[in-house]
């Protein structure tokens, strides 16, 4: 059963870092592209970053260019989204999803993690 | 960056309704648009793939259709549990956008 799971959310103080985890299993998680997304409370779903399967490239939305870094770990499926400079602009739930293209395209999200910015 | 312009943002329609949604990107991205749903409470679902695929296990009375700059999701005969926010995502190129969203609710 494919599964993915968020975890690392909490509370931050605005200007504050977090590093949001994802723990991937029941697929070969080497061979996906990653994906994190975000809904802040009562807004709709932003794209956040993507990175390549084997972790080299990595892109990222405008909004969190410069401040956001992500990551992983194929040796133990592992995602990371290294978070900075939060703002409580940033506080929403963070997902990530699996993209292998075609009907494995964004097929499977995690049950995200919620990351409150708040002093 | 190519914009995506989703709409309705909300709407209302009786049990076995046509319903459609459409976003509009700013640019040409050939079919790099998807669909999601998401009911309150619960994690998004993509609903169809490369504009027009739907996903195994969606009722049959979902379609996407569209190319270009102009895309639809169709539901052909609204049920009860398609109550839910739709959502529409391009993905030609990065960075990806999201539309706004339209909200159906049965009537």
């Known amino acids: 059963e494919v599964q993915l799971v968020e975890f690392g959310g909490g509370l931050v103080q605005p200007g504050g870092s977090l590093r949001l985890s994802c723990a991937a299993s029941?697929?070969?998680?080497?061979?996906?592209?990653m994906h994190w997304l975000r809904q802040g409370p009562g807004k709709g779903l932003e794209w956040l970053s993507a990175i390549s399967s084997d972790g080299i490239r990595t892109y990222y939305a405008d909004s969190v260019k410069g401040r956001f870094a992500s990551s992983r770990d194929n040796s133990k499926n592992m995602l990371f989204l290294q978070m900075g400079s939060l703002t409580p602009e940033d506080m929403a739930v963070y997902y990530c999803?699996?993209?292998?293209?075609?009907?494995?395209?964004?097929?499977?999200w995690g049950q995200g993690t919620l990351v409150t910015v708040s002093s | 960056d190519i914009q995506v312009t989703q709409s309705p943002s909300a709407m209302s329609a009786s049990v076995g309704d046509r319903v459609t949604i459409t976003c509009r990107a700013s640019q040409n991205i050939n079919n790099y648009l998807s669909w999601f749903q998401q009911k309150p409470g619960q994690v998004p679902k993509r609903l169809i793939y490369?504009?027009?695929n739907l996903r195994s296990g969606v009722p049959s009375r979902f379609s996407g259709s569209g190319s270009g700059t102009e895309f639809t999701l169709t539901i052909s005969s609204l049920q009860p549990e398609d109550s839910a926010t739709y959502f529409c995502l391009r993905h030609n190129a990065y960075p990806w956008t999201f539309g706004q969203g339209t909200e159906v609710e049965i009537k």
């Open positions: 999803a699996r993209d292998l293209g075609g009907s494995e395209f964004l097929d499977y």
């Open positions: 029941g697929f070969t998680f080497q061979a996906y592209a």
């Open positions: 490369a504009s027009s």
